[in-house]
């Protein structure tokens, strides 16, 4: 039967989705799941709550925990990865503000600018000695990762193993999300009260999730691009066929001007819409960063609440603490979605056929006109052979070269991080659009590595 090792499995959004999906699949029924995590206290919350929806699904799954990986990879077929160097919210909210102290703003700091390079960097040390000990106890497994940054993480698998990757992310509703509320009248949409923006928002998720559940039936959206700055190159009507493109073009610009500002603005200037929302397409411009306009405030950027998350992380696996002992109904979680790592390993190991919306690969030309051999999203096919793009063709030239910047300055830094090389790291910042000064871009990197020296050893050696 399939062996499915999870690592991160502590994590509050992988109990309450990805677990309880896979759980729940009749077609991976009697597998093997082991768990793995550091964070011994809240592994032990998703090891009980694991056994309890076993046994009262009875799904028949073989059960372990485990502290390190090491003990849980040999013969598997897939690793699930969600490692985050912790604390999250605290080292995130560090990345912002560190920059700060010499001029430099970055929007978002998670995926792009100088945040995504040492977010990067710090993930990258554990990240690389789980893949080389899966080449050792499970070489022909699937990694299937949803550590951000995204393209950073694959790409180092890809190019310093020989483990194959996929990477997935649920960007793509938000895709979907501002498609629905753009053509609501015309679909039959009903878009609900309070709906500011795609911002991620504890209070703004409900409603965001009410449109997505109502726009996926009816559009066939088909995007591509990197991750968190995927572009979407049709929409049809599911129930028609009919071409929506041209009416999403008029409609978009009569909604107020206050929704998704800088995805309205880069839609009109560029004619290709956006996938990620603002908050996410900020972080790859190189007009987002300027001291002096503050384009921050023009377009409305709103930080992550960084206190507020990590409240709720708490406050989730407390609950989840609760279903695992038997104290709280798990009904809630008969219908979570595992964001594709169910998909991926019920089609590969039961030999399926799946198209999914988008996956992160190597690129093999399935956009023809971004450098082979760097990660890209597109939609994808799985069956028994395994993950397979779907050939989409070339991006709008001006699109393609604003990939083509962010995926060269994602390579310098995922080589910076695996070799521990100052000069390409500095190189990695230099380039990034946010960064808008020499002096600036050598004091920002300075600060990184020296505050963040125990996560660093591989500059410090």
């Known amino acids: 039967m399939t062996v ?110 100088p945040g995504g390079f040492i977010h990067t960097a710090r993930n990258i040390m554990p990240l690389m000695e789980i893949i080389h000990d899966m080449e050792l106890a499970c070489p022909e497994a699937w990694f299937i990762n949803f550590t951000n940054p995204m393209v950073r993480i694959c790409d180092a698998i890809n190019r310093y193993s020989k483990i194959k990757i996929v990477g997935l992310c649920h960007q793509i509703y938000t895709g979907f999300d501002m498609v629905g509320v753009a053509l609501a009248k015309d679909l039959g949409i009903e878009v609900p009260d309070g709906l500011e923006g795609m911002h991620a928002d504890p209070f703004q998720h409900p409603l965001q999730q009410m449109v997505i559940h109502q726009a996926v039936p009816l559009l066939d959206i088909r995007a591509a691009g990197t991750n968190h700055f995927s572009w979407i190159l049709s929409i049809h009507d599911r129930r028609t066929g009919e071409d929506l493109y041209p009416l999403l073009k008029e409609r978009f610009f009569e909604l107020d001007e206050k929704f998704e500002p800088l995805t309205r603005r880069v839609f009109r200037d560029f004619g290709l819409f956006p996938v990620p929302g603002d908050t996410h397409l900020c972080e790859y411009l190189p007009w987002m960063s300027d001291s002096a306009t503050k384009p921050w405030e023009k377009f409305n950027i709103r930080l992550y609440d960084w206190e507020l998350m990590a409240g709720l992380r708490d406050f989730s696996l407390d609950r989840l603490n609760e279903m695992a002992s038997g104290s709280m109904t798990i009904e809630g979680l008969l219908n979570t979605d595992s964001e594709g790592a ?82 390409k790291a500095l190189q990695c910042l230099l380039l990034d659009p946010v960064i808008r000064d020499l002096d600036s871009a050598r004091l920002v990197l300075d600060d990184y590595l020296q505050t963040y020296k125990e996560y660093l050893p591989q500059f410090w050696n």
């Open 4 to 113: 499915i090792t999870v690592i991160g499995a502590g994590s509050a959004s992988f109990g309450e989705n990805t677990l309880s999906a896979i759980l729940r699949s009749t077609k991976l029924k009697g597998s093997t799941l082991r768990l793995v995590d550091r964070n011994t206290q809240s592994l032990d919350i998703i090891h009980r709550l694991a056994n309890r929806l076993n046994r009262e699904w009875d799904s028949s799954f073989i059960i372990s925990a485990h502290a390190n990986h090491k003990d849980a990879l040999d013969g598997a077929n897939f690793v699930v990865s969600a490692i985050e160097v912790g604390p999250r919210e605290k080292l995130w909210r560090s990345d912002y503000e560190i920059p700060l102290k010499y001029g430099v703003h970055q929007p978002y700091a998670e995926n792009g600018g």
């Open 342 to 423: 169910l998909e991926m390993i019920e089609n590969i190991s039961g030999a399926g056929n799946h198209y999914h919306l988008a996956a992160n690969l190597p690129n093999t030309g399935q956009i023809s006109n971004l450098p082979l051999n760097t990660i890209v999203e597109t939609p994808v096919m799985v069956d028994g052979a395994g993950v397979h793009p779907v050939f989409v063709g070339a991006l709008p030239e001006p699109v393609a070269e604003l990939c083509r910047r962010e995926l060269m300055v994602a390579q310098l830094g995922v080589d910076a991080a695996v070799e521990g090389d100052y000069k």
